[in-house]
């Protein structure tokens, strides 16, 4: 018989940058022992441009996200609920169910500035302290 995955929740403001990244490494990754999606207390239209570009050059596609509002997500079973930045760690809304929760933050890359070269920049940057920070609090969870 098959271990059921276990379930983690990443939560951010727009769902557009952080938490659509850190779903996305965690599914290319962690894909055997974790399911993972993304919600947004405010959630933005669509999965910002630079956050798929820089996910694409390291072979991870999150082109197809869709930002989407927690709410959807309260009534679900997770093991673990993860918030990427302070605002959302500060309203985090609360589950039915008792869950182990994480706040790692990371400085949101839709607010850098300067040329579309700087901004790439920015996005990888946190794409790989999203790597380096989160993905090992998550591997020795299995």
């Known amino acids: ?5 276990k379930r983690v929740l990443i939560l951010c403001t727009g769902n557009s940058c952080r938490s659509q990244m850190a779903e996305g ?11 993972a999606r993304s919600a947004g207390t405010n959630p933005a239209g669509i999965v910002h441009p630079l956050a798929v570009t820089v996910m694409a050059e390291i072979g991870v596609d999150i ?10 997500y309260l009534a679900q079973a997770w093991d673990l609920v993860i918030t990427v930045c302070d605002s959302a760690h500060e309203i985090c809304p609360v589950f039915p169910s ?3 929760t994480l706040h790692v933050s990371f400085p949101d890359p839709a607010d850098a500035e300067g040329p579309r070269a ?9 794409r790989d302290a999203i790597r380096e920070r989160l993905m090992p609090k998550i591997e020795h969870r299995v």
Request: glycine residues 6%; without cysteine.
């Open 118 to 126: 700087e901004k790439l920049e920015v996005f990888r940057s946190i």
């Open 98 to 100: 008792p869950i182990e």
């Open 1 to 5: 018989m098959m271990n059921q995955k």
């Open 25 to 35: 490494l965690i599914e290319h990754h962690l894909g055997e022992t974790w399911e």
């Open 63 to 72: 082109s197809n996200g869709v930002p989407e509002h927690v709410d959807a």
